[in-house]
């Protein structure tokens, strides 16, 4: 009983000595820097944003934009597909053409070479 009475005295002493506190209000220093970082960024020589989509366009027109050494290079490559010998086999898991030598498994249609079930 003891316990309970000065455990009620003690909430009422904190309800009268304490007063909320908002957590969510911005505290007045931060609120003073956060008007002064904007006033600073208007009152600076910010580019105009019509300016800087002009000056990327101009940008894009140039010739050799992206192309090291400024050139660009209209050829084709031209490579030569030979076709999958009867000796050879594609291996399910690396998907790499390899010699019927280096069948380690076959399991149906799915065949394994050698680095992969080693």
Do not use: W
């Amino acid at each position: 009983m003891l316990y309970v009475a000065l455990s009620l005295v003690n909430t009422r002493e904190m309800r009268t000595s304490h007063v909320a506190t908002d957590y969510d209000e911005v505290r007045s220093d931060v609120k003073e820097s956060q008007e002064n970082s904007l006033e600073a960024l208007q009152s600076a020589n910010a580019p105009d944003a019509r300016s800087v989509v002009q000056e990327l366009d101009e940008a894009d027109g140039l010739d050799g934009a992206g192309v090291p050494g400024g050139e660009f290079i209209a050829e084709e490559l031209i490579v030569q597909v030979i076709p999958q010998a009867d000796d050879e086999f594609t291996c399910y898991s690396c998907f790499l053409v390899r010699h019927r030598s280096q069948v380690a498994r076959q399991t149906g249609a799915q065949v394994y070479c050698t680095d992969c079930e080693g």
